[in-house]
């Protein structure tokens, strides 16, 4: 059975930092497109960053420069490191796997999802 759970989510101010886990398998990880997402209240849910099996990325444009999405295959870990956190970054963050290739940020393309994990900034 496929199990994503995140932890790391928390409340910050404007300009914080926050990491984020993903307790995947280092089997999913090395093969499957992971990718993370949030959902802000009354908002659709958007994907913020995704990683390839062979290690490349994709970002949203609203992240990039401030999010980096790594993993740890030994740990069976997907990270989320925010940097120079905004208000408008909060959300409700999923990890996600999907049983493909390519790794776009669009949820439809994916699997397996997380219960997801608050992160709030204050301004």
């Known amino acids: 059975q496929v199990q994503l759970v995140e932890s790391g989510g928390g409340s910050v101010q404007s300009g914080g930092s926050l990491r984020l886990h993903c307790a995947a398998s280092g089997y999913m990880l090395s093969r499957y497109c992971m990718g993370w997402f949030r959902q802000a209240p009354g908002k659709e849910r958007e994907g913020v960053a995704s990683?390839?099996?062979?290690?490349?990325?994709n970002y949203a444009d609203s992240v990039k420069g401030r999010f980096t999405i790594s993993r740890n295959n030994a740990k069976g870990t997907l990270y989320l490191q925010m940097n120079s956190l905004k208000p408008e970054d909060t959300a409700m963050y999923y990890c996600a796997a999907a049983r493909q290739y390519s790794c776009p940020l669009s949820e439809y393309e994916y699997n397996y999802w997380g219960q997801g994990t608050q992160v709030t900034v204050s301004s």
């Open positions: 990683m390839y099996r062979d290690g490349s990325t």
